[in-house]
Each structure stands twice: as C-alpha cells, then as structure tokens.
C-alpha cells in the first residue's frame, strides 16, 4: 500500500458543498475506517480519492503522486462498504465500543479508545 495524503479536498454538486476542505494523511500501510451519520460527505471522498468523481479543489497524492488527473484504474486503490458493521441506532461511540465491550474490555479502555 502507498501513503494517501489529502489536502484541501472540496467537492461541489452546484451550489450543494458535498465535502468541505478535507486533510488527511494515511501513512503506507495504515487501515483507515470513516465513520459518519448519512450524508455527511464518507462516500463521496472515497469516490473522489478512487477517481469515480472529480474534485472541486484541493489535491490527492497517492504514493507521492498528484493523481488528480488520473483516470480511476490508474489509481491502483479500492473501497469497500460495510454499513451492516454498524448498528443504526447506536452513535458512533457507541457503535465503535460495542465490540470492545462484547470482549469484556474494560470500560476505562474502551472509553481511551
């Protein structure tokens, strides 16, 4: 895996701003997990970091490389979705400690983390 680095990412639909200046830096072999209510912008960043959509402004470099005006097969990425992970009437919190408690992790810990 290469390192992702995103910055200043804004995605428009119109006068709809869909993604709102994003940063974010995923080191070479980092597993990231985007965890957010419907309709606050997950899906349409990981479109635009697999180049299925196009930017409004900002810049994704993959490996170092601007890749901006790389066609989506020449990304080398992939997504997945599993919104059947997340339990719809839990927050994120508790959706994310439900597992660590299920272990009987202890409640200091699972609030740490």
Do not use: W
């Not at 709102?20 to 080191?27: A, F, H, T």
């Not at 985007?34 to 997950?42: M, Q």
């Not at 989506?72 to 439900?98: C, E, S, T, W």
């Amino acid at each position: 895996m290469a390192e992702v680095r995103i910055t200043g990412l804004h995605k428009r639909y119109g006068a709809f701003h869909a993604v709102r200046g994003i940063d974010l830096d995923i080191r070479d072999g980092e597993f990231t997990v985007l965890v957010g209510p419907s309709g606050c912008g997950k899906s349409t960043l990981l479109r635009t970091i697999a180049g299925l959509e196009e930017s409004s402004e900002g810049t994704i470099e993959i490996g170092g490389e601007v890749v901006n005006d790389f066609r989506p097969r020449d990304r080398d990425v992939a997504m997945v979705f599993q919104d059947y992970a997340l339990y719809p009437h839990m927050n994120v919190a508790k959706n994310i400690g439900f597992g660590l408690k299920a272990r009987k992790m202890p409640k200091s810990e699972v609030e740490a983390r």
